[in-house]
């Protein structure tokens, strides 16, 4: 069990007021709030530590790499990878992808396929699309039905021995949909294919184990799970990272560099060029220590509870329609009221001091199907109430009113 009102003590924005309201936070799948445990690391690292990391022998330089490295065992522990070198740090989970894509670049070659899926975030279409201008390759998309579900049936039907790569989401963003990862995984192997999955939207919820998925790639970013923007993720199998070239050339990645040929440093560095964000690596290490302090079970708990208490409270209210209906959901409500712009209504909530999200999600195709400009989008966390959901309900009623 969870004990929410002590935990709401960790995060110090929870406790500040927003348009002369109290804040409720409802905005998480777009980032989620930071405990004192995270933010204090953060202090620390710049009030002791501060120093370039990886090159220095002086001792705040070995303290800063033994922090930073130490972080990197942590992630790894976390989402169970083999080893601590198929941990490549990022700047999140676009930077995962773009990665892996521009690697794949040298690997595919014109009619080979590569699937998508019909929930992605945008940050999942783009580069795709990139290395297919680069390539000759062609993007196939497994469609989606109206309860925002993959038709799983269509997806076997695209798979061919053509097919190079898949890449889809471990969770949508736009509607919280949790899609059957380990039957796409399973049916991608079946015809050699590799699988990518988007971790950004279920690292907050669900505790990946990389191994047992058997995924080729993984990304996520910190911030989605109570640590600092700027930073994240990528697992790679050690053989796909030894097969990708680097992505960006600098200092760090090289083992020897002469005007005539550079050779590269071994994994994980290979991949990670410049001096990286080394307070919010080491932040991430602290931020998955505080989750798992929570723990992920109860996490889980809690979250379905808040997500069946506003599911139900919000379709009581005439006129308001829930985009995403699966009964494999997260703790997102995507929803519009009949006839009025989300816009609209995520104005009103914020005078009241409710943080929603308004708008494509940066998924425009989703919304594209359902044939709306957007939807308000609530997202929770483990640190929000049932009290605060009670506000949002209220909230939503009064803009009905005010924009009928
Ligand atoms: N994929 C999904 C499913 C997301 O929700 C997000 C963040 N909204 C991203 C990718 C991109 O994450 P970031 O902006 O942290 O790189």
């Known amino acids: 069990m969870l004990n929410v009102d002590e935990i709401r003590k960790d995060f110090p924005i929870l406790s500040r007021e927003v348009n002369g309201k109290p804040l409720v936070y409802f905005d998480n799948a777009a980032t989620a709030q930071t405990p004192k445990q995270v933010i204090d690391t953060i202090v620390d690292y710049y009030s002791n530590y501060n120093a370039n990391i990886h090159r220095g022998v ?100 695209l798979l061919s021995k053509n097919t190079k790569l898949v890449f889809v989401n471990h ?3 736009a509607l919280g949909t949790i899609n059957p990862i380990e039957d796409i995984i399973a049916q991608a192997h079946n015809v050699g294919a590799a699988v990518l999955i988007d971790g950004a939207q279920s690292t907050p919820h669900v505790k990946p184990d990389v191994q047992k998925l058997d995924v080729d790639f993984y990304v996520a970013s910190a911030h989605k799970m109570c640590g600092p923007t700027g930073v994240g993720m990528l697992y790679g199998k050690e053989e796909w ?121 940066c998924a425009q195709p989703i919304m594209d199907y359902y044939k709306i ?10 640190y929000n109430t049932k009290a605060e959901i009670d506000t949002l309900v209220a909230g939503v009623k009064k803009a009905k009113i005010m924009l009928s």
């Open 373 to 382: 400009p957007g939807t308000v989008r609530a997202s929770f966390a483990f």
């Open 171 to 173: 969770i949508s963003n």
């Open 58 to 157: 002086h001792t705040l330089s070995q303290e800063a790499t033994d922090l930073y490295e130490q972080a990197r065992y942590k992630i790894q522990a976390h989402f169970n990878a083999k080893f601590s070198h198929e941990i490549i740090y990022t700047s999140g989970t676009t930077h995962g992808i773009n990665l892996v894509a521009n690697g794949f670049s040298s690997l595919l070659k014109k009619g080979d396929d590569i699937i998508v899926s019909a929930l992605e975030h945008h940050s999942n279409i783009v580069p795709w699309q990139m290395l297919c201008e680069r390539t000759g390759a062609n993007l196939k998309v497994i469609p989606m039905n109206a309860e925002g579900e993959l038709v799983m049936a269509e997806y076997s039907n």
């Open 241 to 361: 990272l030894k097969k990708l070239p680097p992505y960006q050339g600098g200092g760090e990645m090289i083992a020897e560099v002469t005007f005539e040929k550079t050779t590269y440093a071994d994994l994980p560095h290979k991949f990670e060029a410049g001096t990286p964000n080394i307070a919010g690596g080491i932040a991430f290490g602290a931020a998955i220590d505080y989750m798992n302090g929570i723990g992920f079970n109860n996490i889980a708990d809690f979250e379905n509870e808040l997500l069946e208490y506003a599911t139900n409270k919000l379709l009581d209210i005439e006129g308001l329609k829930i985009y995403g209906t699966s009964k494999h959901k997260t703790a997102v409500i995507s929803f519009n009221l009949e006839g009025i712009h989300p816009y609209d209504v995520g104005t009103i909530l914020d005078k009241l001091g409710i943080a929603v999200r308004t708008g494509h999600h």
